[in-house]
């Protein structure tokens, strides 16, 4: 799959797993939904400016999208997209800047998505969890 391929299919795949319409991303971005739709088909691409303005719609870092993903920003993209995931651990999957900051790796995303806990508990829950099992481990 080549570079434009790629960014378009994750363009995609983020926009669907937060439940977004063509239209409703590209109304937020300020573009034409069928300019949307050939980037997405990888037909298109996008300015700097318009990628990053994508992005920050669709709530993902602009590397993510250009292929420096970490194994672990790929473990939080499928916690949003899990329908039985807790919604307070999905709030802190989608909030890239909290779980950028905190460096949550891999295994403490696995960790965190492994444990039962009600399902009201919060995002700062979440964080909370995270701080202890860092205690606990020496982290």
Request: proline residues 4%; neutral net charge.
């Amino acid at each position: 799959m080549c570079g434009m391929d790629r960014i378009a299919a994750k363009i995609r795949s983020a926009r669907k797993a937060r439940g977004l319409t063509q239209r409703e991303l590209a109304d937020k971005v300020g573009i034409d939904q069928g300019f949307l739709s050939r980037v997405e088909r990888g037909e298109k691409g996008l300015t700097t400016d318009g990628l990053r303005r994508v992005c920050q719609a669709l709530d993902i870092p602009v590397a993510e999208v250009l292929g420096d993903e970490t194994p672990a920003s790929g473990i939080a993209r499928k916690i949003i997209g899990d329908d039985q995931a807790p919604d307070g651990l999905k709030e802190l999957a989608r909030d890239t800047n909290l779980s950028g900051a905190l460096q949550i790796s891999g295994a403490e995303w696995e960790t965190l998505r492994s444990i039962d806990l009600p399902p009201h508990v919060s995002k700062d829950g979440y964080v909370q969890l995270l701080i202890t099992i860092r205690t606990i481990t020496g982290r």
